[in-house]
């Protein structure tokens, strides 16, 4: 399964943050999707300490219309800054949001056509190199994280990778899902993909989640990338095409996955995070235990 040829390191990653969050509204009508809070930390900032995490120096932001808070979410407040160091509080709630001057790289998706689209619009600060993606609103929770351990199987076999996990059948209508080839421990040959099958054609359970290496050949294929599912130009689309020209496989996460895009995800996401939280955990136990009798 492993390519032995020299493998670019993965140093860049692409966040699509141009969609219009429409299962969130009205709460998304302002806001946008990627800042609505977990406990206390915007979906945006799990990704991206998930990506520092595993190496990520470049950070690609794909905003659109009204997502300009997600930049300033990674700006210097000044103002902030200096009123509470006059105050005597502490500044380290928002050490997580300091990126390397010069590390954070806006490009705009003028109208959201899809996600294959809003990678494509990274094209010119990818350039030739290796990628990672990030769909901020799959909230990916363990350690080491999803894309760290991405990154430990790409060091291995290179190519392309992608992130899945098994649900139920009746479920994988709404995903991108593999054709699964050779399994080695949690790495998976991938066959084929296909975005948002009917059932009764899925080649599988195993669903793509959200976190993606790339080579930048895919670039290329995005370009000329028709509309697919839900007349969307797909990224699964253009992968599936890179399928047999370069190494592609799946990595099953060891952890948890919340799709904090649907509102039963954001909530199962916010319980459990704020369950396991050192600071939080054993109150919200007790709240828990006493609302539900
Ligand atoms: P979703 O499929 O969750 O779409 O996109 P959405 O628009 O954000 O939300 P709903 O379905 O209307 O509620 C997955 C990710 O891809 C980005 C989104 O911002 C999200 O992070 N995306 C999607 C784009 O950046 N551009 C697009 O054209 C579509």
Redesign the pocket.
Known sequence: MSDNTFRKPVRKAVF?????????LPATKAIP??LLPVVDRPLIQYAVDEAREAGIEEFVF?T?RGKTAIVEHFDTAYELEATMTARGKSLEPLEPTRIQPGNLVTVR?QV????G??VWCARAVIGDEPFAIF???ELMYGSPGCMKQMVEAYNEVGGNLVSVLEVPMEEVSSYGVIAPGAVNGALTEVKGLVEKPKVADAPSNKIVSGRYILQPEVMGLLETQGKGAGG?IQLTDSMAKLIGQQPFHAVTFAGRRFDC?SKLGFVEATLAIALDRPDLGDDVRAMMTKMLG
């Open positions: 699509p943050v141009a969609g219009l969050g429409t299962r969130f999707k990627e794909v659109g998706q959201p056509l899809g996600l689209h809003a769909l901020p609103d969307e895009g």
